[in-house]
Nanobody, 124 residues
Framework: QVQLVESGEGLVQAGGSLRLSCAAS????????MGWFRQAPGKEREFVAF????????YYADSVKGRFTISRDNAENTVYLQMNSLKPEDTAVYYC?????????????????WGQGTQVTVSS
């Protein structure tokens, strides 16, 4: 069992930056690949970024590639999402998720554990 808690909620202007954190507790954090997803009002939850157990592999949705960076600190049991050049369309509730399986997962079905979400609002 893994418990995930996101933080970093904020309201920023377009072009600004924000960093989200996701703290994990429970079983060994380094045993899990991690992902970030987001869900805007009236839309389905969508993939944002993935990082492997060691942090050696990352993968991004096309919509955030070059603007967002996912990273992790296994000693601190934390995964981060650095978001730069934010756009109004990035406005959503952002969720971190943990997967015990090997491979790169961009679908919600690949993840067993989810945080409660944190709100990101980008004004134009």
């Amino acid at each position: 069992q893994v418990q995930l808690v996101e933080s970093g909620e904020g309201l920023v202007q377009a072009g600004g930056s924000l960093r989200l954190s996701c703290a994990a507790s429970g079983r060994t954090f380094s045993s899990y690949a991690m992902g970030w997803f987001r869900q805007a009002p009236g839309k389905e939850r969508e993939f944002v970024a993935f990082i492997s157990r060691s942090g050696g592999t990352t993968y991004y949705a096309d919509s955030v590639k070059g603007r967002f960076t996912i990273s992790r600190d296994n000693a601190e049991n934390t995964v981060y999402l650095q978001m730069n050049s934010l756009k109004p369309e990035d406005t959503a509730v952002y969720y971190c998720a943990a997967s015990p399986m090997r491979g790169v997962f961009t679908d919600t079905g690949g993840y067993d554990y989810w945080g409660q979400g944190t709100q990101v609002t980008v004004s134009s």
